[in-house]
């Protein structure tokens, strides 16, 4: 790869990846580097702010992203192993930081973030990643990756250029019911939402389901495990990183 | 503690959530309504520019509202319909109230409206001892049990046809039947006799035109028709933002209305009223009064964050892509207007305190802004309204909780040190899990929960470094 090509990336990875998916930041690490790229990560950063955000306490919010957004100034490209934290990059911090004299800094970290499968193929255009995965999958549209950074053919482009897989669309694009804190402010919503979710993965005969977004992966298989279902879920970062 | 509707919602709510033969029976109807719905959506050349247009004449019509709104009455006045304006949903009440009286009237015979639901009318009308009777099936279904419209559009739809056959066979004594046109007969008897004995006819609105003072009523059995032709005297109680420009402009909202409604290419029936009986036509009431309600749409309009919100053309769309809405149901919200418009809206009409519970109530998916054909920024306006709820009133332990959180994520040590602490405490979780000792009760009584890895990203980025 001619060094102009090379990138610089510097990955962020969210608290809960960090502490219970570790083996996501990892394959993406792998993978980055194995396509020539520079990796970096920040160590002291560990959280977007969306949990306060999102209950509405932005100004509890901003004491959290107000450190991210500062440590990402120098960033030359951030990718992320989620598509709601990206969201929260992305998206949100422009509103949460409207109006205060980070809001230039917000609109600048929005040009250069990208969440991992988007970075693939629209910045790095690579679809093939020499990955081997012989099982049947369906795929999980995190909402936030999909309705805010628009994320739908990415992870399909990638999917289908790995080796032995089968992709099973479920019928319909519908939440999974985890949204942050909501389930645990209504556990019992957001618990029913994740049976339909899994009845639907199940329909399709898959093993596994993929998705982009690790807090989605987390809410159903804890359901399934509860279930006892046979059925796996596993992050496409992890999957792609098959060979 | 919190407001008595959250606690009912939280109720309900974990009690519909549970209730498989519910989920069963929503999942499907609305999982084949989407797919009708998607067929007819395929036929627009371009659905996303169709919703722009719509939203652009929305816009339009609700930042202009003043004087469309005056058109409208003015244009209306001139052909002899009286116009009557309503701040408050008691001041609606007692219009129609003076009109019965001033009429002499016993029986009124209503086409479906949610915003004579939004002011209990029907309740206002029965304690004064008139007779009301809905007409719309579904409507004339929920009034026999006494019950609340489940959805906006599809008000019985939480009933099964065994569940119809037997109210109409206790209510009207009709023979026991699932069968759908004879259920539909059934009710057509009763309300045929009803159209002709009714003093008052009374309806809603689907648009006001504002270019032709012109009533505009979508419906798919024909009672509003007959509930317009036959009683003499016929009212229509409207919303303030029901108003369009013009006339042609219905000819984008007829059609999408339908699409997202129903999954109809264009409903059965769309009529447009535009007064009393002329001199020299042969029917039509004899008197015709429109009564334009306020009731909280004003004070939405002087937000501008959240003004689109009076766009909602009241499709019910974003009801049947909710998630939500599909596993706890429409009577569990305990709103006139349930689902993502209703969470955004009921705030803004009636407290934003007392109902902010119906805007944390939602994984802010965001499916309803994808279909809403006007454009709403709903699940947007459920994060806004968390915001203003907690600006206005926060809560001393949730803010310590996230400031606290701030403090222990922004240092590494405290960060490391809470893992080290974890990683502890996790060896005796299964001790406690799911059980009410158990701290994460909320997620594990349900759901298990990954444990903390053995190596973490940040500490394997460490051994390489």
Known sequence: MPAADRMRVTLFIPCFVDLMYPKVGISIVHILERLGHTVECPEDIACCGQPAFNSGYWEEARAVAGKTLRRLKDAETVVIASGSCGAMLKVFYQELFAGTSDAPAAKELAGKVFEFSDFLVTRLKVEDLGARFPARVTFHDGCHGLRELRIKHQPRRLLSQVRGLELVEMPEEVCCGFGGTFAAKFPMISTAMGEVKCAQAARTGAEYIVSNDSSCLMHIQGLLDRQGSSVKTIHLAELLAHT | ?465
């Open chain 2, 1 to 465: 503690m919190n407001p008595a509707p959250a606690r009912q919602f939280k109720t309900d709510a974990g009690r519909m959530s549970r209730d498989l033969r519910h989920r069963e029976l929503i999942q499907v109807a609305l999982g084949k309504y989407s797919v009708i719905r998607d067929r007819t959506r395929s036929a627009y050349q371009d659905w996303e520019s169709a919703r722009d247009g719509a939203s652009a004449i929305k816009t339009e019509a609700v930042g202009h509202l003043d004087e469309y709104l005056k058109e409208f009455a003015q244009k209306l006045e001139d052909r002899g319909t009286k116009v009557h304006w309503a701040s408050h949903p008691e001041q609606a009440r007692e219009i129609v109230l003076n009109l019965i009286r001033e009429k002499k009237a016993r029986c009124v015979v209503k086409s479906k409206s949610m915003t004579t639901e939004e002011i209990h009318l029907n309740e206002a009308l029965e304690k004064e001892g008139f007779e009301v009777v809905e007409s719309d099936l579904g409507e004339f279904i929920v009034q026999l049990r006494k019950e609340a419209p489940y959805h906006i559009v599809f008000p019985a739809m939480h009933l099964t046809r065994g569940e119809i056959s037997d109210l109409f066979a206790r209510e009207l004594g009709s023979p026991p039947t699932t069968n759908p046109e004879d259920l539909t007969m059934t009710a057509r008897r009763v309300l045929r006799r009803k159209y002709i004995e009714a003093d008052i006819g009374l309806t809603g609105a689907n648009f006001g035109v504002a270019e032709t003072g012109m009533i505009s009523i979508t419906e798919n059995e024909g009672n509003a028709r007959l509930t317009c032709a036959l009683p003499k005297v016929m009212i229509t109680l409207m919303g303030i933002e029901k108003i369009v420009p013009r006339l042609e402009d219905l000819a984008l909202f007829l059609p999408m209305l339908a699409a997202v409604g129903t999954g109809q290419p264009i409903s059965c029936y769309n009529s447009f009223y535009g007064g009393p009986r002329q001199p020299g036509e042969a029917d039509g009431p004899s008197e015709f009064h429109v009564i334009l309600l306020d009731n909280g749409r004003t004070r939405l309009l002087a937000d501008p964050e959240q003004r689109d919100a009076l766009h909602c053309i009241r499709c019910g769309g974003c009801l049947n892509v909710c998630p939500i809405y599909r596993n706890v149901g429409g009577h569990t919200y305990g709103t006139t207007y349930s689902g993502p418009i209703g969470s955004v809206i009921t705030p803004h009409f009636r407290g934003l305190q007392q109902w902010k519970h119906l805007s944390y109530a939602s994984s802010l998916c965001g499916a309803c802004t994808q279909i809403c054909p006007v454009k709403i920024d709903l699940h947007h306006h459920l994060l806004q309204n968390r915001r203003n709820a907690s600006r206005q009133k926060p809560s001393f332990l949730e803010s310590l909780a996230f400031r606290a959180f701030a403090v222990l994520i922004n240092s590494p040590g405290l960060y490391r040190f809470s893992k080290t602490l974890g990683r502890f405490f996790q060896r005796f979780h299964p001790l406690v899990k799911g059980s009410t000792l158990d701290p994460a009760r909320a997620w594990t009584r349900t759901r298990d929960l990954p444990p903390i890895a053995r190596q973490t990203f940040k500490e394997y980025w460490r051994t390489r470094q």
